[in-house]
């Protein structure tokens, strides 16, 4: 059983910066594609920031340069540092575990950037 645990979320004024957490439980961990999205009120779940293979990772352009996704295979965690935070970056942010085909979610986290 997969299951995806954030923490780190809160608020923050603008230029601040915050590192959001995923402990994952299950095995082989370091096997899994890991991602960060997040969801604004009134808009689509997006793509913030994961890996496509072992140690590349991607980004969604309006984060670039901004946030870094890191993991920890030790610790079955990947970590999300967000910094120079904008406003428009308020969102749920949710991490994502593709496992062997399947898609799992945490439960989310709430950002919120006071301009």
């Known amino acids: 059983q997969v299951q995806l645990v954030e923490s780190g979320g809160g608020l923050v004024q603008a230029g601040g910066s915050l590192r959001l957490s995923c402990v994952a439980s299950?095995?082989?961990?370091?096997?899994?594609?890991m991602g960060w999205y997040r969801q604004a009120p009134g808009k689509q779940r997006e793509l913030v920031a994961g890996f496509t293979s072992a140690y590349i990772t991607t980004y969604a352009d309006s984060v670039k340069g901004r946030f870094t996704i890191d993991r920890d295979n030790s610790k079955n965690t990947v970590y999300l540092q967000m910094n120079s935070l904008k406003p428009e970056d308020t969102a749920v942010y949710y991490c994502?575990?593709?496992?062997?085909?399947?898609?799992?979610w945490g439960k989310g986290t709430l950002v919120t950037v006071s301009s």
């Open positions: 299950g095995s082989i961990f370091s096997m899994w594609l």
């Open positions: 994502h575990a593709e496992v062997l085909g399947m898609n799992y």
